[in-house]
Protein backbone atom coordinates (compact mmCIF):
# COMPACT_ATOMS: atom_id res chain seq x y z
CA UNK A 1 0.00 0.00 0.00
CA UNK A 2 1.40 3.29 -0.81
CA UNK A 3 2.68 5.76 2.26
CA UNK A 4 0.06 8.31 1.12
CA UNK A 5 -2.92 5.77 1.04
CA UNK A 6 -1.49 4.09 4.60
CA UNK A 7 -1.01 7.58 6.63
CA UNK A 8 -4.82 8.91 5.38
CA UNK A 9 -6.21 5.43 7.05
CA UNK A 10 -4.20 5.44 10.22
CA UNK A 11 -4.72 9.14 10.60
CA UNK A 12 -8.76 9.26 9.99
CA UNK A 13 -7.88 10.85 6.58
CA UNK A 14 -7.57 14.19 7.46
CA UNK A 15 -7.10 15.53 3.99
CA UNK A 16 -9.08 18.38 3.31
CA UNK A 17 -8.30 18.12 -0.61
CA UNK A 18 -8.40 21.83 -1.26
CA UNK A 19 -6.20 24.33 -0.72
CA UNK A 20 -7.83 27.36 -2.19
CA UNK A 21 -4.21 28.02 -4.08
CA UNK A 22 -5.92 29.57 -6.80
CA UNK A 23 -9.32 30.99 -5.22
CA UNK A 24 -9.46 34.47 -3.88
CA UNK A 25 -10.57 35.53 -0.91
CA UNK A 26 -10.65 38.99 -0.88
CA UNK A 27 -7.90 41.76 -2.19
CA UNK A 28 -6.32 41.50 0.85
CA UNK A 29 -6.21 38.46 1.69
CA UNK A 30 -4.19 37.87 -1.47
CA UNK A 31 -2.58 40.91 -2.00
CA UNK A 32 1.50 40.89 -1.67
CA UNK A 33 3.14 41.38 1.45
CA UNK A 34 3.43 44.80 2.41
CA UNK A 35 7.02 46.67 2.02
CA UNK A 36 6.45 48.59 5.34
CA UNK A 37 4.77 48.45 8.69
CA UNK A 38 3.58 51.77 10.37
CA UNK A 39 5.95 54.66 10.83
CA UNK A 40 6.04 55.44 14.42
CA UNK A 41 7.79 58.40 15.51
CA UNK A 42 10.86 57.24 18.30
CA UNK A 43 10.56 57.81 21.84
CA UNK A 44 13.70 58.50 24.23
CA UNK A 45 14.01 57.42 27.70
CA UNK A 46 12.91 59.77 30.41
CA UNK A 47 15.19 57.83 33.22
CA UNK A 48 19.27 57.54 32.55
CA UNK A 49 19.61 52.95 31.61
CA UNK A 50 21.93 53.68 35.21
CA UNK A 51 18.66 54.49 37.21
CA UNK A 52 17.10 51.60 36.28
CA UNK A 53 19.78 49.29 38.26
CA UNK A 54 18.66 47.45 41.41
CA UNK A 55 14.91 48.43 41.06
CA UNK A 56 12.22 46.50 42.01
CA UNK A 57 9.49 45.10 40.42
CA UNK A 58 6.12 45.78 41.70
CA UNK A 59 3.46 44.01 39.58
CA UNK A 60 2.78 41.15 42.75
CA UNK A 61 2.06 38.37 39.75
CA UNK A 62 5.58 39.13 38.87
CA UNK A 63 7.97 40.20 41.67
CA UNK A 64 11.57 40.52 41.28
CA UNK A 65 14.51 42.68 40.52
CA UNK A 66 16.49 43.91 37.89
CA UNK A 67 20.51 43.39 38.38
CA UNK A 68 22.34 45.35 36.40
CA UNK A 69 21.90 48.35 33.92
CA UNK A 70 24.38 49.38 31.83
CA UNK A 71 24.56 51.63 27.86
CA UNK A 72 26.01 49.43 25.53
CA UNK A 73 27.30 50.71 21.99
CA UNK A 74 29.61 48.60 20.34
CA UNK A 75 28.43 45.57 18.10
CA UNK A 76 25.05 47.12 17.85
CA UNK A 77 23.45 49.08 14.95
CA UNK A 78 21.35 51.78 17.57
CA UNK A 79 22.89 51.87 21.60
CA UNK A 80 20.50 50.20 24.35
CA UNK A 81 20.63 50.08 27.62
CA UNK A 82 21.41 46.19 28.72
CA UNK A 83 19.33 45.38 31.16
CA UNK A 84 19.57 42.06 33.28
CA UNK A 85 17.03 40.70 35.94
CA UNK A 86 15.03 38.12 37.38
CA UNK A 87 11.39 37.00 38.37
CA UNK A 88 11.39 34.85 41.49
CA UNK A 89 11.85 32.59 42.00
CA UNK A 90 14.68 32.45 39.18
CA UNK A 91 13.33 33.48 35.73
CA UNK A 92 15.70 35.28 34.51
CA UNK A 93 15.28 37.59 31.70
CA UNK A 94 17.29 40.39 29.23
CA UNK A 95 16.06 43.58 27.40
CA UNK A 96 17.67 45.55 25.52
CA UNK A 97 15.72 49.23 25.36
CA UNK A 98 16.87 51.32 23.04
CA UNK A 99 18.15 54.76 23.68
CA UNK A 100 17.63 56.60 20.55
CA UNK A 101 15.48 55.28 18.38
CA UNK A 102 12.93 53.38 19.77
CA UNK A 103 9.56 53.27 17.72
CA UNK A 104 7.42 52.05 20.54
CA UNK A 105 7.40 48.15 20.09
CA UNK A 106 8.57 45.58 22.16
CA UNK A 107 9.67 41.98 20.66
CA UNK A 108 9.78 38.90 23.08
CA UNK A 109 12.08 36.53 21.06
CA UNK A 110 11.21 32.51 22.14
CA UNK A 111 14.29 30.13 23.32
CA UNK A 112 14.89 26.98 21.66
CA UNK A 113 15.59 23.73 23.00
CA UNK A 114 14.92 23.32 26.95
CA UNK A 115 16.14 26.93 26.87
CA UNK A 116 18.09 27.61 30.50
CA UNK A 117 20.39 29.99 28.86
CA UNK A 118 19.91 33.59 28.06
CA UNK A 119 20.40 34.00 24.15
CA UNK A 120 18.69 37.53 22.97
CA UNK A 121 19.75 39.11 18.95
CA UNK A 122 18.99 36.73 16.63
CA UNK A 123 15.11 37.37 15.23
CA UNK A 124 13.65 34.40 13.45
CA UNK A 125 11.90 35.24 9.67
CA UNK A 126 12.72 39.05 10.11
CA UNK A 127 14.93 38.83 6.72
CA UNK A 128 14.86 42.51 5.57
CA UNK A 129 12.92 44.14 8.20
CA UNK A 130 14.21 47.29 8.84
CA UNK A 131 13.05 48.17 12.56
CA UNK A 132 14.61 45.15 13.43
CA UNK A 133 17.97 45.41 11.20
CA UNK A 134 17.96 49.19 12.85
CA UNK A 135 18.03 48.33 16.77
CA UNK A 136 14.39 50.00 17.33
CA UNK A 137 12.81 47.40 18.98
CA UNK A 138 12.96 46.63 22.93
CA UNK A 139 14.04 42.94 22.59
CA UNK A 140 13.59 40.83 25.66
CA UNK A 141 14.18 37.07 26.30
CA UNK A 142 14.29 34.58 29.40
CA UNK A 143 15.86 31.59 30.22
CA UNK A 144 12.46 30.29 31.43
CA UNK A 145 13.51 29.37 35.16
CA UNK A 146 16.31 27.18 34.97
CA UNK A 147 19.85 26.70 33.88
CA UNK A 148 21.38 23.74 31.69
CA UNK A 149 22.99 23.18 28.34
CA UNK A 150 21.72 20.94 25.73
CA UNK A 151 18.87 18.55 26.33
CA UNK A 152 19.81 18.42 30.25
CA UNK A 153 16.56 18.39 32.02
CA UNK A 154 17.41 17.33 35.66
CA UNK A 155 15.72 20.48 36.53
CA UNK A 156 12.77 19.59 36.00
CA UNK A 157 12.57 17.12 38.49
CA UNK A 158 11.42 20.64 40.59
CA UNK A 159 7.98 21.29 39.88
CA UNK A 160 8.07 25.09 40.10
CA UNK A 161 10.90 25.09 37.32
CA UNK A 162 9.09 22.41 35.27
CA UNK A 163 6.01 25.30 35.18
CA UNK A 164 8.23 27.92 34.65
CA UNK A 165 9.57 26.38 31.47
CA UNK A 166 6.03 25.09 30.19
CA UNK A 167 3.69 28.13 30.35
CA UNK A 168 4.56 30.94 33.94
CA UNK A 169 8.37 31.81 32.75
CA UNK A 170 7.56 34.00 29.40
CA UNK A 171 4.67 35.39 30.83
CA UNK A 172 6.04 36.63 34.10
CA UNK A 173 8.77 38.05 31.88
CA UNK A 174 6.49 39.69 29.64
CA UNK A 175 5.23 41.58 32.73
CA UNK A 176 8.38 42.65 34.00
CA UNK A 177 9.23 44.04 30.77
CA UNK A 178 6.09 45.91 30.55
CA UNK A 179 6.69 47.11 33.97
CA UNK A 180 10.65 48.85 33.20
CA UNK A 181 9.69 49.60 29.88
CA UNK A 182 6.84 51.97 31.36
CA UNK A 183 9.22 53.39 33.78
CA UNK A 184 12.25 53.67 31.23
CA UNK A 185 10.25 55.20 28.65
CA UNK A 186 7.31 57.05 30.73
CA UNK A 187 5.04 55.28 28.89
CA UNK A 188 3.77 51.99 27.62
CA UNK A 189 5.15 50.41 24.45
CA UNK A 190 2.05 50.64 21.50
CA UNK A 191 2.77 47.55 20.72
CA UNK A 192 3.93 43.85 21.63
CA UNK A 193 5.18 41.10 19.46
CA UNK A 194 6.26 37.76 20.08
CA UNK A 195 8.46 35.52 17.71
CA UNK A 196 9.64 32.36 18.13
CA UNK A 197 10.61 29.10 16.33
CA UNK A 198 11.04 25.29 18.07
CA UNK A 199 10.48 25.81 21.37
CA UNK A 200 10.04 29.65 20.80
CA UNK A 201 7.42 28.72 18.76
CA UNK A 202 5.35 26.49 21.35
CA UNK A 203 5.88 29.11 23.88
CA UNK A 204 4.21 31.78 21.02
CA UNK A 205 1.40 29.45 21.14
CA UNK A 206 1.33 29.04 24.93
CA UNK A 207 1.09 32.91 25.35
CA UNK A 208 -1.73 32.93 22.74
CA UNK A 209 -3.52 30.05 24.34
CA UNK A 210 -3.14 31.20 28.28
CA UNK A 211 -2.35 34.43 27.92
CA UNK A 212 -4.29 36.41 24.74
CA UNK A 213 -3.90 39.43 26.12
CA UNK A 214 0.13 39.77 26.74
CA UNK A 215 1.24 40.35 22.87
CA UNK A 216 -0.64 41.67 19.62
CA UNK A 217 0.77 40.24 17.51
CA UNK A 218 2.73 36.98 17.47
CA UNK A 219 4.65 34.79 14.76
CA UNK A 220 4.95 30.77 15.85
CA UNK A 221 7.52 28.96 13.89
CA UNK A 222 7.65 24.82 13.82
CA UNK A 223 5.73 25.15 16.96
CA UNK A 224 6.35 21.96 19.07
CA UNK A 225 2.43 22.07 20.08
CA UNK A 226 2.78 18.56 21.23
CA UNK A 227 6.01 18.42 23.83
CA UNK A 228 5.59 15.46 25.33
CA UNK A 229 4.89 13.41 21.98
CA UNK A 230 7.23 15.46 20.00
CA UNK A 231 9.84 14.65 22.54
CA UNK A 232 9.22 11.13 22.95
CA UNK A 233 7.15 9.60 20.70
CA UNK A 234 8.32 11.25 17.66
CA UNK A 235 11.94 11.26 17.93
CA UNK A 236 11.84 7.64 19.78
CA UNK A 237 10.14 5.90 16.67
CA UNK A 238 12.38 8.05 14.24
CA UNK A 239 15.50 6.52 16.33
CA UNK A 240 14.45 3.33 16.69
CA UNK A 241 13.83 3.14 13.12
CA UNK A 242 16.66 5.06 11.69
CA UNK A 243 19.28 3.35 13.67
CA UNK A 244 20.11 -0.55 14.63
CA UNK A 245 20.26 -1.15 18.14
CA UNK A 246 23.88 -1.04 18.17
CA UNK A 247 23.67 2.72 16.94
CA UNK A 248 24.51 1.93 13.35
CA UNK A 249 22.92 3.53 10.56
CA UNK A 250 20.03 1.52 8.76
CA UNK A 251 20.46 3.74 5.86
CA UNK A 252 24.22 5.17 4.62
CA UNK A 253 23.85 8.91 3.73
CA UNK A 254 23.89 7.77 -0.22
CA UNK A 255 20.61 5.46 0.59
CA UNK A 256 18.91 8.39 1.77
CA UNK A 257 20.08 10.44 -0.85
CA UNK A 258 18.50 8.72 -3.36
CA UNK A 259 15.02 7.87 -1.88
CA UNK A 260 15.24 11.69 -1.79
CA UNK A 261 15.61 11.71 -5.16
CA UNK A 262 12.93 9.07 -5.83
CA UNK A 263 10.51 10.52 -3.50
CA UNK A 264 11.03 14.05 -5.58
CA UNK A 265 11.40 12.43 -8.88
CA UNK A 266 7.54 10.88 -7.64
CA UNK A 267 6.27 14.12 -6.15
CA UNK A 268 8.45 17.52 -7.31
CA UNK A 269 7.92 19.90 -9.12
CA UNK A 270 9.81 22.24 -11.39
CA UNK A 271 12.40 23.55 -8.85
CA UNK A 272 12.95 19.80 -7.59
CA UNK A 273 10.81 20.68 -4.42
CA UNK A 274 7.80 18.80 -2.90
CA UNK A 275 5.24 21.62 -2.41
CA UNK A 276 2.81 19.68 -0.28
CA UNK A 277 3.70 16.41 0.98
CA UNK A 278 0.43 15.64 2.15
CA UNK A 279 -0.67 14.83 -1.25
CA UNK A 280 2.39 13.25 -2.00
CA UNK A 281 1.54 9.67 -2.93
CA UNK A 282 5.01 8.12 -2.98
CA UNK A 283 5.77 4.37 -2.07
CA UNK A 284 9.32 3.45 -0.99
CA UNK A 285 8.45 0.24 -1.72
CA UNK A 286 9.30 1.80 -5.69
CA UNK A 287 12.72 1.97 -4.97
CA UNK A 288 13.67 -2.04 -3.82
CA UNK A 289 16.58 -3.60 -4.62
CA UNK A 290 15.38 -6.07 -7.84
CA UNK A 291 18.92 -7.97 -7.06
CA UNK A 292 22.57 -7.30 -8.90
CA UNK A 293 22.09 -3.38 -8.13
CA UNK A 294 24.69 -1.39 -6.56
CA UNK A 295 25.29 -0.63 -2.91
CA UNK A 296 23.33 1.99 -2.20
CA UNK A 297 21.22 2.36 -5.38
CA UNK A 298 18.11 1.06 -4.11
CA UNK A 299 16.70 0.20 -0.81
CA UNK A 300 16.82 -3.56 0.47
CA UNK A 301 14.06 -4.82 2.34
CA UNK A 302 14.78 -4.30 6.11
CA UNK A 303 14.82 -0.29 4.77
CA UNK A 304 11.66 -0.58 2.65
CA UNK A 305 10.18 -1.36 5.96
CA UNK A 306 12.36 1.22 7.90
CA UNK A 307 11.09 4.27 5.37
CA UNK A 308 7.88 3.05 5.28
CA UNK A 309 7.59 3.26 9.03
CA UNK A 310 9.47 6.26 9.66
CA UNK A 311 6.94 8.28 6.79
CA UNK A 312 3.23 6.60 8.51
CA UNK A 313 4.47 7.39 12.15
CA UNK A 314 4.57 5.85 15.37
CA UNK A 315 1.66 3.32 16.03
CA UNK A 316 0.47 0.61 18.56
CA UNK A 317 0.96 -2.61 18.94
CA UNK A 318 -2.57 -2.40 17.15
CA UNK A 319 -0.92 -0.72 14.45
CA UNK A 320 -3.31 2.13 15.14
CA UNK A 321 -1.20 5.67 14.56
CA UNK A 322 -0.30 7.42 17.74
CA UNK A 323 1.86 10.62 16.39
CA UNK A 324 3.38 11.83 12.93
CA UNK A 325 6.34 10.89 10.91
CA UNK A 326 8.73 12.15 9.07
CA UNK A 327 7.29 14.50 6.11
CA UNK A 328 8.10 12.93 2.50
CA UNK A 329 11.06 15.52 1.09
CA UNK A 330 13.30 15.32 4.75
CA UNK A 331 14.90 12.39 3.95
CA UNK A 332 18.36 14.28 3.63
CA UNK A 333 17.88 15.41 7.63
CA UNK A 334 17.15 11.97 9.04
CA UNK A 335 20.55 10.69 10.10
CA UNK A 336 21.88 13.79 11.12
CA UNK A 337 18.86 14.50 13.46
CA UNK A 338 18.66 11.02 14.97
CA UNK A 339 22.06 11.74 15.69
CA UNK A 340 21.77 14.13 17.98
CA UNK A 341 18.85 12.54 19.35
CA UNK A 342 20.65 9.96 20.25
CA UNK A 343 22.92 12.06 22.51
CA UNK A 344 19.32 12.32 24.60
CA UNK A 345 20.70 9.76 26.89
CA UNK A 346 19.69 9.48 30.50
CA UNK A 347 18.82 12.55 31.72
CA UNK A 348 16.99 14.05 29.58
CA UNK A 349 13.40 14.44 28.60
CA UNK A 350 12.02 11.01 28.84
CA UNK A 351 13.09 10.52 31.96
CA UNK A 352 12.19 14.40 33.72
CA UNK A 353 9.83 16.04 31.46
CA UNK A 354 8.23 12.55 30.58
CA UNK A 355 8.32 10.95 34.12
CA UNK A 356 6.78 10.69 37.37
CA UNK A 357 8.86 10.49 39.49
CA UNK A 358 12.37 10.82 37.21
CA UNK A 359 13.09 7.89 36.17
CA UNK A 360 17.00 7.11 35.49
CA UNK A 361 17.06 4.49 32.81
CA UNK A 362 14.23 6.36 30.49
CA UNK A 363 15.92 7.63 27.51
CA UNK A 364 15.21 7.09 23.55
CA UNK A 365 16.16 3.84 22.98
CA UNK A 366 13.55 2.37 25.22
CA UNK A 367 10.70 4.58 24.93
CA UNK A 368 7.93 2.27 24.26
CA UNK A 369 4.51 2.72 22.00
CA UNK A 370 2.18 0.54 23.84
CA UNK A 371 -1.38 2.37 25.34
CA UNK A 372 -0.25 2.24 29.10
CA UNK A 373 3.48 3.78 27.95
CA UNK A 374 2.02 6.51 25.85
CA UNK A 375 -0.29 7.90 28.42
CA UNK A 376 2.45 7.84 31.52
CA UNK A 377 4.45 9.80 28.77
CA UNK A 378 2.15 12.62 28.85
CA UNK A 379 2.16 12.81 32.41
CA UNK A 380 2.89 16.57 32.84
CA UNK A 381 1.09 17.03 28.88
CA UNK A 382 -1.26 19.90 31.30
CA UNK A 383 1.94 22.11 31.78
CA UNK A 384 4.25 21.41 28.94
CA UNK A 385 1.45 21.38 25.59
CA UNK A 386 -0.05 24.63 23.81
CA UNK A 387 -3.07 22.21 22.08
CA UNK A 388 -6.18 24.09 23.04
CA UNK A 389 -7.06 25.11 19.25
CA UNK A 390 -9.83 27.72 20.84
CA UNK A 391 -7.80 30.74 20.73
CA UNK A 392 -10.94 33.32 20.07
CA UNK A 393 -9.96 35.07 23.19
CA UNK A 394 -7.07 35.73 21.24
CA UNK A 395 -9.05 37.30 18.58
CA UNK A 396 -11.46 39.03 20.94
CA UNK A 397 -8.06 40.78 22.21
CA UNK A 398 -7.15 41.96 18.86
CA UNK A 399 -4.52 39.43 18.09
CA UNK A 400 -2.88 38.63 15.34
CA UNK A 401 -1.35 35.41 14.88
CA UNK A 402 1.32 34.38 11.99
CA UNK A 403 2.33 30.34 11.89
CA UNK A 404 5.20 28.79 9.61
CA UNK A 405 6.88 25.52 9.40
CA UNK A 406 8.77 23.89 6.87
CA UNK A 407 7.77 20.84 5.02
CA UNK A 408 10.60 19.09 4.97
CA UNK A 409 11.24 18.84 9.19
CA UNK A 410 12.60 16.43 10.87
CA UNK A 411 12.94 17.71 13.95
CA UNK A 412 8.87 18.87 14.77
CA UNK A 413 6.63 17.39 11.91
CA UNK A 414 4.96 19.94 9.65
CA UNK A 415 1.64 17.76 9.93
CA UNK A 416 1.51 18.84 13.67
CA UNK A 417 1.08 22.28 12.59
CA UNK A 418 -1.04 21.39 9.94
CA UNK A 419 -3.40 19.58 11.18
CA UNK A 420 -3.02 22.14 14.64
CA UNK A 421 -4.38 25.14 12.32
CA UNK A 422 -7.26 23.09 10.84
CA UNK A 423 -7.98 22.52 14.78
CA UNK A 424 -8.25 26.18 14.94
CA UNK A 425 -10.55 26.63 12.08
CA UNK A 426 -12.49 24.14 13.61
CA UNK A 427 -13.52 26.67 16.76
CA UNK A 428 -13.37 30.29 15.08
CA UNK A 429 -14.60 28.79 11.46
CA UNK A 430 -13.99 31.41 8.96
CA UNK A 431 -13.19 34.30 11.31
CA UNK A 432 -9.83 32.08 11.17
CA UNK A 433 -8.71 34.11 8.23
CA UNK A 434 -9.36 37.57 10.28
CA UNK A 435 -6.27 37.01 12.49
CA UNK A 436 -4.99 33.89 11.62
CA UNK A 437 -2.39 32.65 9.00
CA UNK A 438 0.00 29.39 8.15
CA UNK A 439 2.79 29.25 5.74
CA UNK A 440 4.21 25.87 4.87
CA UNK A 441 7.47 26.35 2.73
CA UNK A 442 8.79 23.17 0.88
CA UNK A 443 12.08 21.72 1.32
CA UNK A 444 12.67 23.89 4.01
CA UNK A 445 14.11 21.96 6.99
CA UNK A 446 13.30 23.15 11.05
CA UNK A 447 13.24 26.66 11.86
CA UNK A 448 15.25 27.30 8.14
CA UNK A 449 17.65 25.35 6.46
CA UNK A 450 16.96 22.43 4.12
CA UNK A 451 17.11 22.46 -0.13
CA UNK A 452 14.22 24.87 0.02
CA UNK A 453 14.04 29.20 0.11
CA UNK A 454 13.87 30.13 3.94
CA UNK A 455 14.36 33.68 4.07
CA UNK A 456 10.77 35.63 4.87
CA UNK A 457 10.52 38.78 6.58
CA UNK A 458 6.90 37.97 8.68
CA UNK A 459 7.74 40.28 11.18
CA UNK A 460 6.87 43.04 8.76
CA UNK A 461 3.87 41.18 7.79
CA UNK A 462 2.38 40.58 11.65
CA UNK A 463 2.94 44.10 12.04
CA UNK A 464 1.19 45.90 9.04
CA UNK A 465 -1.47 43.22 9.68
CA UNK A 466 -1.75 44.42 13.70
CA UNK A 467 -1.02 47.75 13.36
CA UNK A 468 -2.60 48.87 9.92
CA UNK A 469 -5.02 46.30 9.51
CA UNK A 470 -2.93 44.97 5.79
CA UNK A 471 -3.42 41.54 6.17
CA UNK A 472 -0.60 39.22 4.70
CA UNK A 473 -1.18 37.25 1.17
CA UNK A 474 1.11 35.42 -0.55
CA UNK A 475 4.63 35.92 0.84
CA UNK A 476 8.15 35.68 -1.07
CA UNK A 477 10.80 33.56 0.45
CA UNK A 478 14.43 33.89 -0.75
CA UNK A 479 17.42 31.35 -0.59
CA UNK A 480 20.89 32.97 -0.21
CA UNK A 481 24.59 31.31 0.17
CA UNK A 482 25.37 32.37 3.78
CA UNK A 483 25.30 36.43 3.62
CA UNK A 484 25.59 35.65 -0.01
CA UNK A 485 22.92 36.98 -3.19
CA UNK A 486 19.66 35.29 -3.20
CA UNK A 487 19.80 32.10 -5.51
CA UNK A 488 15.99 30.47 -5.48
CA UNK A 489 12.88 32.59 -4.87
CA UNK A 490 9.50 30.81 -4.24
CA UNK A 491 5.82 32.54 -3.69
CA UNK A 492 4.11 31.40 -0.88
CA UNK A 493 0.40 31.21 -0.40
CA UNK A 494 -1.10 30.72 2.48
CA UNK A 495 -2.25 27.84 4.06
CA UNK A 496 -6.32 26.32 3.44
Not at 192 to 210: I, K, L, T
Request: aromatic share 8%; proline share 6%; with cysteine.
Amino acid sequence: MATKAIREQRLGNQTPGMRLAGLALGLAFLSAMPAAARDLPAVKPVLDCSALAKIVLANPEAPGRVESAAVVTTGTPSPYCDVKGYVTPQVRFELHLPTVNWTQRLLFEGCGGFCGAIRLGAVRAAEGCQPVTNGEFILVTSDLGHASQGMDAVWAADKQLRVDFGYRGVHVTTLAAKEIVARFYGRPQAFAYFNGCSDGGREAMVEVERYPADYNGVVSGASVVNETANNTIFHAWALQHVQHPDGSNVFSDAALTMLHNAAVAACGEKDGLIGDPEQCHFDPGSTACKGGEAVDSCLTPEQVRAARDIYIGAQGPDGRAIYFGYPIGSELGWNRQVAGVAGWRVGSFPGYLASDPPSLTAEMSNVAFTPEAVKKLNVFGADLNALNPDIRPFQAAGGKLIMWHGWADPAVPSMSSVTFFRAIRGKAGAATDAFVRLYMLPGVGHCGGGQGPDKADLMTAIMAWTEDGIAPGAITVNKKDGTGPVTATRTIQPFR
